[in-house]
């Protein structure tokens, strides 16, 4: 997951991963608003709002009452993955095979956020 804030300049920041197993009905989304980090990117940037919508799409993931908390687990990361402009954004879905869910998450938070 990534945080724009100047969406037109496409500069970014990792801020969270969000990881899918459609067999095992698995997802998982981690985040982290390091507040020092982030103000020093983007001195501008309203982390109050950004963290009000980290916490949306967290319970999206985790299947929250709604139209879109209701949907299958591979629906939901679909939709959470979706392009879109907009300060908060994912890459590209990235295939990948693992015998460890939770392990591999945790060695891509560490690789790719941390």
Not at 27 to 42: E, M, Q
Request: with cysteine; proline share 5%.
């Amino acid at each position: 997951m990534r945080f724009l804030p100047r969406v037109e300049r496409e500069e970014f920041i990792n801020i969270g991963l969000v990881m899918m197993c459609k067999r095992r009905r698995w997802i998982r989304v981690k985040v982290d608003v390091d507040s020092p980090r982030l103000h020093a990117f983007a001195p501008c940037a309203d982390l109050e709002a950004l963290r009000s919508q980290l916490d949306a799409f967290c319970r999206v993931a985790a299947g929250c009452r709604g139209a879109i908390g209701e949907l299958e687990p591979h629906e939901r990361f679909r939709w959470l993955t979706a392009v879109r402009s907009a300060c908060l954004s994912t890459s590209r879905p990235h295939p990948g095979l693992t015998d460890d869910l939770d392990g591999t998450f945790a060695r891509l938070y560490t690789d790719l956020v941390e």
